[in-house]
């Protein structure tokens, strides 16, 4: 990174809280924090008149905040698989991989990320290793493993294998369990709890059915983590999952594709923020089409229009949507796909791009506790997260998602260099050992 201590920028400026677009705007920065942002003939004198300040003109470019990404799991290294996520690469591999993959995701524009489920303790080190000034990516807040049942995501294996050490979850078998994973957890410095509340389409044994969870274990669960001073989110794709979330006071859900009535009436009531994550989803159906079977491919279109549906049904009932890309798989590699939420709450949701701007990035703070106060929005004593991009985004969402758009990343008033980071090479030991993909007949 690199920089000077005072900047003007000047060009469109979208401040991320849902206001109108500030045509011929300028945004003012001084060491680390916005100092006044509005219409450029506005400018107070002392910046005007301050030549120390270096002038950054976006032209007929857009400045806005930086891309608060609220579902990113760094530590997961891309796999292809369950089993290469959960047992192939050493915990202190994938702690240098992390930190890797953590540039390529602060040089697409993402200036702050929340990460809900972590492959050993990788997430906290990077978090931490980000606040010492020792990697470079976005600030982060982290949850631990998912915490999970045998109905729950995240106990992907048969009865007979244990769940692998290196998995993104913990099972827990009774409130015992449960208390004594949330005190470990917190005891590690977790920022917050995450629960796997349901199964999900990609796995055979978890059911997209039900709740993983009882009520009276969720409650307690929650509670918990609030009394030790922590937030919890929740996996909740399931209608009876989302409607327990609800109840037991979770602080912001995961997915909510197949939330009811009764699910939805709970959480306006409470306001309690929903994060689709639909971008794995759609990149599935993108890229998997012509492999699928009709059956799987008709699984996903279900579940992408059903949970396009409720982000509408929930949106018109006054429920904060949030914006995550779920990067960290095969599917959603980092750097690509950190826009593409706030693109499909445009194109399947029916939000205006101010709307979705602002899901991607004031409203997405909320999943970054120790941050949500400084992060997200464009305005005087925040965090100066700034980037800019060639077009307007607030007519054209796909803008965003123009790597060669992205003019500028600034974090906390430094500027990021966006030269690309080098390719790494997979190595054998993080892939699936696979003898012969198909087999190999007699045709004779």
Same mark, same amino acid.
């Given at each position: 990174?690199?920089?000077s201590?005072?900047?003007?920028?000047?060009?469109?400026?979208i401040?991320?809280t849902?206001?109108?677009?500030i045509?011929d705007?300028?945004v003012?920065?001084?060491? /680390?924090?916005?100092a006044?942002v509005?219409a450029g003939?506005?400018?107070?004198e002392q910046?005007?008149?301050?030549?120390?300040?270096?002038?950054? =003109?976006?032209?007929?470019?857009?400045v806005?905040?930086?891309?608060?990404d609220?579902?990113?799991?760094?530590?997961?290294?891309?796999?292809?698989?369950?089993?290469?996520l959960?047992?192939?690469?050493?915990?202190?591999?994938?702690?240098?991989?992390?930190g890797?993959n953590?540039?390529?995701v602060?040089?697409a524009?993402?200036?702050?990320?929340?990460?809900?489920?972590?492959?050993?303790r990788v997430?906290?080190a990077?978090?931490?290793?980000v606040?010492?000034?020792?990697?470079e990516?976005?600030?982060?807040?982290?949850?631990?493993p998912?915490?999970?049942?045998?109905?729950?995501?995240?106990?992907?294996?048969?009865?007979?294998?244990?769940?692998p050490?290196?998995n993104?979850?913990?099972l827990?078998r009774n409130?015992?369990?449960i208390?004594e994973?949330?005190?470990?957890?917190?005891?590690?410095t977790v =920022?917050f709890?995450k629960?796997?509340g349901? !199964?999900?389409?990609?796995?055979?044994?978890n059911?997209?059915?039900g709740?993983?969870f009882?009520l009276?274990?969720?409650?307690?669960?929650?509670d918990e983590?609030?009394?030790?001073g922590?937030?919890c989110t929740?996996?909740?794709?399931?209608?009876?999952?989302?409607t327990?979330a609800?109840?037991? !006071?979770?602080?912001?859900?995961?997915h909510a594709?197949?939330m009811d009535d009764e699910g939805?009436?709970?959480?306006?009531?409470?306001k309690?923020?929903i994060?689709p994550t639909?971008?794995?989803?759609?990149?599935?159906?993108?890229?998997?089409d012509?492999e699928?079977?009709?059956a799987?491919? /008709?699984g996903?279109?279900r579940?992408?229009?059903? !949970?396009?549906?409720?982000?509408?049904?929930a949106?018109?009932?006054?429920?904060?949507?949030?914006a995550?890309?779920e990067? !960290?798989?095969?599917?959603?590699?980092y750097?690509?796909?950190h826009h593409?939420?706030?693109?499909?709450l445009?194109?399947h949701?029916?939000?205006?791009?101010?709307?979705?701007?602002?899901?991607?990035?004031?409203k997405?703070?909320?999943?970054?506790?120790?941050?949500e106060?400084?992060?997200?929005?464009?305005?005087?004593?925040?965090?100066?997260?700034?980037?800019?991009?060639?077009g307007?985004?607030s007519?054209?969402?796909?803008?965003?998602?123009r790597?060669?758009l992205?003019k500028?990343v600034?974090?906390a008033g430094?500027?990021? /260099?966006?030269s690309?980071?080098?390719?790494?090479?997979q190595?054998r030991?993080?892939k699936?050992?696979?003898?012969?993909?198909g087999?190999?007949?007699n045709?004779a």
């Amino acid at each position: 990174m690199s920089g000077s201590n005072e900047y003007i920028f000047y060009g469109r400026v979208i401040d991320g809280t849902g206001a109108p677009a500030i045509e011929d705007g300028a945004v003012a920065v001084l060491g /680390d924090r916005i100092a006044w942002v509005g219409a450029g003939a506005d400018l107070p004198e002392q910046w005007t008149q301050n030549d120390a300040a270096e002038i950054i =003109d976006a032209g007929s470019g857009t400045v806005l905040p930086g891309i608060v990404d609220a579902h990113c799991h760094i530590s997961y290294g891309e796999p292809r698989s369950e089993e290469e996520l959960a047992m192939y690469g050493s915990a202190e591999w994938r702690a240098i991989l992390a930190g890797y993959n953590a540039g390529k995701v602060l040089r697409a524009g993402v200036t702050s990320a929340s990460d809900p489920a972590a492959v050993y303790r990788v997430p906290i080190a990077v978090r931490d290793a980000v606040d010492a000034g020792l990697v470079e990516g976005p600030r982060f807040c982290v949850a631990g493993p998912e915490i999970t049942t045998h109905q729950g995501l995240g106990d992907a294996f048969p009865n007979w294998i244990e769940n692998p050490v290196g998995n993104a979850s913990v099972l827990v078998r009774n409130k015992d369990e449960i208390l004594e994973t949330v005190r470990l957890q917190i005891k590690d410095t977790v =920022d917050f709890v995450k629960v796997a509340g349901s !199964g999900d389409a990609t796995s055979y044994y978890n059911p997209l059915v039900g709740c993983s969870f009882r009520l009276d274990e969720l409650e307690l669960l929650a509670d918990e983590v609030h009394r030790l001073g922590r937030k919890c989110t929740i996996h909740a794709r399931s209608a009876e999952s989302v409607t327990f979330a609800a109840k037991a !006071g979770f602080d912001w859900i995961m997915h909510a594709s197949f939330m009811d009535d009764e699910g939805l009436e709970v959480v306006a009531e409470k306001k309690i923020p929903i994060c689709p994550t639909l971008p794995l989803l759609v990149n599935a159906l993108d890229a998997l089409d012509a492999e699928m079977s009709a059956a799987s491919r /008709d699984g996903l279109k279900r579940e992408i229009d059903e !949970g396009a549906e409720n982000v509408r049904r929930a949106h018109e009932a006054g429920v904060p949507i949030i914006a995550g890309s779920e990067s !960290g798989f095969s599917l959603t590699p980092y750097g690509h796909w950190h826009h593409k939420e706030m693109e499909i709450l445009v194109t399947h949701c029916d939000f205006t791009p101010l709307e979705a701007i602002s899901a991607g990035t004031q409203k997405a703070a909320v999943t970054l506790p120790r941050w949500e106060h400084e992060i997200g929005s464009l305005e005087p004593g925040k965090l100066a997260d700034v980037i800019v991009v060639d077009g307007d985004p607030s007519k054209d969402i796909s803008v965003l998602g123009r790597r060669k758009l992205l003019k500028l990343v600034m974090q906390a008033g430094r500027q990021v /260099d966006l030269s690309p980071m080098p390719d790494r090479i997979q190595q054998r030991f993080e892939k699936q050992h696979v003898y012969y993909d198909g087999l190999h007949v007699n045709t004779a």
